[in-house]
């Protein structure tokens, strides 16, 4: 038996996103080729729920099964669509997903999700997990405020995974999405080592079949000459953050081929691209006449016998006490924010029977942007900051449950 995947984060931001319109009649127009024949496709970024019916209306014929996880202000952005049959849907809400603050990045009122789709092919259980991590806005690890928060991410989907997709009722546990993660980051580490992972792309066995217009590097992001990306120094020819990842019962599912795709829409004058990132095609193959393997057991929460996978939940764990102690500092900076804010709106205020009438409004102006500091450094100090604490303290707490060590976070 053989499963053909397709992934794509298509970019659907409305009203922010070019050409979303005439991008998605592309998609649509592929995904019903009589040229391409995928059992699962999942998408991310997906906002808009109209732009959800729009692709569901019009592939219903091919791919009758479908799902859309909504979560958060906008949705969470992940849908699936299959061909075979979804017999079961569940999600979680990553506990941590950005500020509330950062309202130019977006994250916190996404909602991202982990959604699983439970797919029944041929009386094999398919477990097909569709993410979107937490975006890198900055690139460089002293810079990033987010690392924290995409390690907890990442160790909430190894959570997640491992509490329903036990050995005993599924054949193929299949991960795909924009994981904002490179295969150097500590959070895919973690996922592909202590899940053991395969990666589709690494792995492939035909490494000679590509999509000449993408080329063979793997390469889905910040492509150069993509319009709709910016040129980063740090990412040269690009980075790799979408994949198509995936863990047998039994060893007998192997990975033919698998590549970037979707780049230019073919025939499109104006040069149209089907979004900022890349689609990644995987081809899987089952083969039933490998006998099953009796001993294979569901995985251990509690033992971790490779000394790599315990490294890099020991590193897990500092990053994310280090995001901890941040924490702390920029409590004690509002609080003294609160101090000095107090101090400027119970001064310079003057007599307002005997100062000018700028003078007033100067007066009023201050004391009303003091009051709204106050207000935000009180919010940080007694619920922002503390409940994102907690999720972080849950998330450390949890890594060290499965190191055995005896230290942790209250």
């Not at 492939?204 to 590097?217: E, Q």
């Not at 060893?251 to 689609?279: F, I, M, Q, R, W």
Request: proline share 4%.
């Amino acid at each position: 038996m053989q499963l053909r995947i397709l992934t794509l984060n298509i970019w659907g931001v409305r009203y922010l996103a070019k050409l979303i319109d005439e991008r998605l009649h592309a998609l649509v127009t592929h995904l019903i080729s009589p040229e391409v024949n995928y059992d699962i496709i999942g998408l991310q970024e997906v906002w808009s729920k109209t732009d959800y019916l729009y692709i569901r209306d019009h592939i219903k014929n091919i791919y009758p099964h479908s799902y859309y996880f909504l979560s958060g202000l906008f949705g969470s952005g992940c849908c699936m669509f299959s061909k075979h049959p979804i017999i079961g849907v569940y999600e979680h809400l990553y506990t941590l997903n950005g500020f509330p603050h950062k309202i130019q990045h977006g994250d916190y009122f996404a909602g991202k999700l982990i959604g699983l789709c439970k797919i029944l092919i041929n009386n094999h259980v398919i477990n097909v997990y569709n993410t979107h991590l937490h975006a890198n806005y900055h690139h460089v690890v002293p810079k990033d405020i987010y690392l924290g928060h995409r390690i907890c991410q990442a160790y909430e989907l190894i959570q997640f995974i491992e509490s329903t997709s036990s050995a005993d009722t599924t054949h193929l546990t299949i991960l795909l999405g924009d994981l904002n993660l490179t295969t150097n980051d500590l959070g895919f580490q973690l996922i592909q080592g202590v899940l053991q992972f395969h990666d589709c792309f690494l792995d492939r066995i035909n490494k000679d079949i590509f999509d000449p217009t993408v080329g063979n590097n793997g390469f889905t992001c910040d492509i150069p000459g993509n319009p709709y990306v910016s040129p980063h120094p740090h990412h040269g020819e690009g980075e790799r953050i979408d994949y198509i990842l995936y863990r047998g019962r039994n060893d007998n599912v192997k990975c033919l081929e698998a590549y970037p795709t979707l780049h230019k829409v073919p025939n499109n004058l104006k040069g149209l691209h089907y979004s900022d990132h890349l689609a990644i095609y995987a081809l899987l193959e089952i083969n039933d006449e490998i006998p099953e393997n009796k001993k294979i057991k569901p995985l251990q929460n509690m033992e971790i016998t490779d000394e790599k996978t315990r490294t890099l939940l020991s590193d897990a764990c500092i990053i994310v006490e280090e995001t901890i102690q941040r924490i702390q500092r920029q409590r004690m900076f509002c609080t003294f924010g609160v101090f000095i804010l107090v101090f400027i709106l119970f001064s310079i205020n003057g007599n307002p029977l005997s100062n000018s009438y700028l003078y007033t409004i100067f007066t009023i102006i201050k004391n009303l942007f003091c009051l709204i500091g106050i207000a935000v450094s009180i919010w940080f100090i007694c619920l922002g900051k503390p409940v994102e604490r907690n999720a972080l303290s849950s998330i450390q707490n949890a890594m060290r449950i499965r190191l055995q060590a005896p230290h942790f976070t209250y």
